[in-house]
């Protein structure tokens, strides 16, 4: 009943706002945005204006549909315009308004214009910036017609992976597990974690304005777990004076578990309740709505989606080598049964930005967003999983002038899971993660050749669970982190640039720490050349720190409040060459990434008690590529591969399930004609083959021996074609071309149930 009075607002606010006139045209210089190289016009492009005589007197607007915009006459006719558009290279020149009426903007293939800030936390250029990094557009993740941030990252990154955990979706990335890989949404951490795995299905891809991806340990900017990279989300801003955007998706099923009949012959109301949950359809809704004018920016983003639950089976025999024993066994026991659930779904997000840019001394805005996500399991015992979050972050920036500002950020973040019960609908509360972050930094020039920054952090954590105590009553455990950081980007020459930064922090868990990090960029054009060096850590989770858990007798797992953080050194060499005139980019990746006072554990008691303690060692080596090519009218490649190495110290058996060999590619073509856009991709992963082991369990064949298992080289290809007419556009593929099933499935395994056609229909208004 909310929703639908909320759509019957934003209807009757469009209707009323269409009638209002915001200038009378005889008032406006008129220009038109259009590409170079075909004259067609540029949509959403933001236009910055400046007095050339009173550089007070500024202002700046968005074209239209047409690539039209429209700037106030003033007394003096010149002025410093910026026009700048994502995908294109911007614009900025002193110009004649009174005679000027066309703007033309060359095609960014690459990027290299897109102003990224998560390396170094300032702005840059994606070309000049001295810290590595990948950028993937709104219009790269359109393309592949994403849903959840999970599948943009498989489809853009070679060295990212997802697997299928009891407790839902758990990623790796460069070889590294999700413990290590920080996720930011606007900048900002989110609550709920699970083995450093957070809820994926809030982030959603309609959303996204764009993803930048940092490789490598970045703990001096941005804290814990971020050692092995950083994959900052920015949501979406409104581009035009008043943007709606509508799309509805709906994908076959993944299984069809229950006919009608079934469901219709079934007495007991909570077993059809059951059943008929596990074929929801899978659909995917948004809704974006925005309205800006030259100050003042909304947006508000509805998100809707269901998917149903299936099952996997294993088609083959599991073969199974025991090296102790030098024993081979044929494990067919679980051969045409059900080996791998994934559960069915139905969530609903609200978000909501609000903005305010005077364009000169003072910057805010303030975002909120609201999650509700039901979980289906295949137990019928007339309980599901519910989990909520709240989240509200504002930042405020005030301007000395160009060169020097303050940044405030406040951030609120509350993740919680429930057990309900179907038949009387009581939520019984299992899990409360809030985050509360403030930071305040300062960004200056100090002379000619040196940027500083310079920050105060504070990150408070709580966690209410009913696994801190044996009595399975929930209880509250905190910490809190203290930080000082300061970083100098110094310009040695036009060519030579050092980053240098420095983290101090206070822990209440394990008091003082203190993270260095450097990295010096060489331009040698058309060639950047990077080195870097840094510390990271991780600091033990407030489970790992007191956990005292007993599951229903079978063993119990014991925290230890003496634990260290997680601490690694990362060396990364990279390179970059860009090719303007023959529209490619190639970029070359090397690191190596050493582990200390990881966080494990031993097993006491004839395996019933498992206790946290810094014991491991793990190092890492990465090898990545990375190819750009527009190679012909129209055509684009985009191609990755990896090769990962991990070795764990006191480990005398491989338990690492990572491939070592993986490659993405895409294929794209785009058409567009007057009114009519085409854009066909094709892209796909291919998993090299991977061998690790296995601890068997008391129902194995050789109870606490470990066993080697072998699986095979894979790949999954998805097709895409999206077209657009005017305001309209129809997306259809299919996922999973090739119709590709592991054969044995388990936590390491694809999850894909096989090939799957998906239709989608827009509107933007």
């Not at 910055?48 to 690539?67: E, H, V």
């Not at 939520?427 to 300062?442: D, V």
């Not at 070359?588 to 206790?611: E, M, P, R």
Request: negative net charge; glycine residues 6%; proline residues 2%.
């Amino acid at each position: 009943m909310h929703f639908c009075k909320f759509i019957i607002f934003i209807t009757i606010f469009i209707i009323g706002y269409s009638n209002i006139s915001f200038a009378q045209e005889e008032n406006k210089y008129k220009l038109k945005v259009l590409q170079e190289s075909t004259n067609q016009p540029i949509q959403y492009a933001n236009v910055i204006w400046r007095d050339l005589k009173n550089i007070q007197l500024q202002g700046g607007t968005i074209s239209d549909t047409q690539g039209d915009i429209q700037i106030n006459k003033i007394n003096n006719d010149v002025v410093i315009l910026s026009v700048s558009c994502l995908g294109y290279k911007s614009f900025n020149d002193t110009v004649l308004l009174s005679q000027t009426q066309e703007i033309y903007l060359h095609e960014d293939i690459f990027n290299l214009e897109q102003v990224t800030v998560t390396g170094t936390r300032t702005p840059y250029t994606l070309k000049k910036a001295p810290v590595l990094t990948q950028i993937i557009s709104n219009k790269e993740i359109e393309t592949v017609d994403a849903i959840t941030i999970l599948n943009v990252l498989e489809t853009e990154i070679p060295g990212f992976e997802m697997s299928q955990k009891g407790y839902g979706a758990a990623i790796s990335m460069q070889g590294l597990d999700a413990n290590y890989t920080l996720i930011l949404m606007d900048g900002e951490r989110m609550a709920g974690e699970t083995e450093g795995n957070i809820d994926y299905s809030k982030i959603n891809a309609g959303n996204i304005e764009r993803i930048e991806i940092i490789r490598g340990a970045s703990s001096t900017l941005y804290g814990s777990s971020a050692m092995g990279g950083v994959i900052n989300i920015i949501t979406k801003k409104p581009k035009n004076k008043i943007d709606l955007n509508v799309n509805l998706r709906y994908a076959e099923l993944n299984q069809q578990n229950f006919t009608k009949l079934e469901l219709e012959q079934e007495d007991d109301g909570d077993t059809r309740l059951y059943k008929r949950r596990h074929d929801l359809p899978n659909l995917n809704g948004n809704i974006n709505f925005g309205i800006r004018n030259e100050k003042f920016y909304s947006n508000t983003f509805l998100n809707f989606k269901s998917a149903d639950g299936y099952q996997l089976y294993d088609s083959k025999s599991n073969l199974k080598y025991y090296p102790t024993s030098d024993t081979t066994i044929i494990d067919n026991e679980n051969t045409g049964t059900a080996t791998s659930n994934i559960n069915g779904f139905m969530d609903y997000t609200i978000s909501q930005k609000l903005g305010y840019d005077s364009g000169g001394k003072w910057a805010h805005e303030l975002r909120a967003n609201y999650y509700e996500h039901e979980d289906f399991d295949f137990d019928n015992n007339s309980i599901h999983n519910l989990f909520r979050n709240f989240s509200i972050a504002g930042n405020t920036k005030y301007s000395f002038n160009s060169e020097q500002g303050l940044n405030l950020t406040l951030n609120h973040d509350t993740y919680n899971k429930y057990d309900v019960f179907d038949k009387s609908n009581v939520e019984n509360q299992m899990y409360r993660q809030t985050f509360n972050n403030i930071k305040l930094s300062y960004t200056g020039k100090l002379g000619e050749k040196h940027n500083l920054l310079a920050g105060f952090e504070n990150l408070y954590e709580e966690l209410g669970t009913d696994m801190f105590d044996s009595t399975q009553i929930m209880h509250n455990k905190s910490t809190n982190d203290i930080v000082l950081l300061l970083q100098d980007e110094f310009s040695v020459t036009e060519n030579i640039m050092i980053v240098a930064g420095i983290r101090n922090g206070w822990h209440t868990a394990y008091n003082y720490y203190i993270t260095p990090s450097v990295t010096a960029k060489y331009s040698l054009n058309p060639f950047n050349i990077r080195l870097s060096y840094a510390r990271g850590f991780r600091s033990p989770s407030l489970k790992e720190l007191y956990t005292n858990w007993d599951h229903l007798g079978m063993f119990q797992i014991i925290g230890n409040p003496d634990l260290t953080p997680e601490q690694n050194n990362y060396y990364a060499f990279s390179t970059d060459y860009t090719n303007i005139k023959n529209h490619i980019n190639v970029t070359l990746i090397a690191s190596y990434n050493h582990i200390y006072n990881k966080i494990g554990g031993y097993w006491t008691d004839n395996q019933k008690l498992f206790v946290y303690t810094n014991l491991d060692e793990l190092s890492a080596f990465n090898i990545e590529s990375i190819l750009k090519w527009k190679f012909y009218k129209g055509f684009t490649l985009k191609s990755g591969y990896v090769y990962s190495w991990i070795e764990q110290k006191n480990e005398e058996y491989n338990l690492s399930a990572l491939s070592p060999h993986a490659f993405t590619s895409q294929l794209s073509y785009s058409l567009t004609h007057n009114k009519y856009q085409l854009t066909a991709n094709i892209s796909g992963k291919i998993t090299g083959n991977k061998e690790y082991h296995v601890l068997d369990d008391d129902d194995g064949y050789f109870p606490g021996e470990y066993y080697r298992v072998k699986l095979p080289t894979y790949s999954i290809w998805n097709v895409t074609i999206n077209q657009n007419y005017l305001r309209y556009s129809i997306n259809a593929g299919v996922k999973n071309l090739f119709d590709y099933m592991a054969p044995i499935t388990n936590f390491n395994t694809s999850t894909s149930p096989g090939r799957r056609f998906f239709i989608s229909i827009g509107y933007k208004f």
